[in-house]
């Protein structure tokens, strides 16, 4: 067993949460999450899931609609 002490490096915050399905990209913001401070991973309560869910898969009129380029990597 190593002797190396594991320390919490996750804090509560707000995040801005993107997908795209089928096409289409959806953000939602102030989401709230654990986020790593060394390598900015995010985890979501099952409950925070679920209404990522629902405002997604609803189709909510969204507060605003933004415009952003896209870019090939290749």
């Known amino acids: ?12 915050s707000f995040v801005t949460y993107s997908v795209e399905i089928a096409g289409k990209i959806y953000v939602v913001e102030n989401v709230p999450a654990r986020v790593c401070q060394e390598t900015g991973e995010k985890l979501f309560a099952p409950e925070t899931v ?3 869910q629902e405002i997604i898969w609803g189709q909510q ?3 605003k609609v933004v415009e952003t ?5 290749s």
């Open 69 to 73: 380029p896209v870019y090939s990597f």
């Open 1 to 12: 067993m190593s002797d190396i002490a594991f320390e919490e490096t996750f804090v509560d």
């Open 50 to 52: 679920d209404r990522l």
């Open 61 to 63: 009129p969204p507060l």
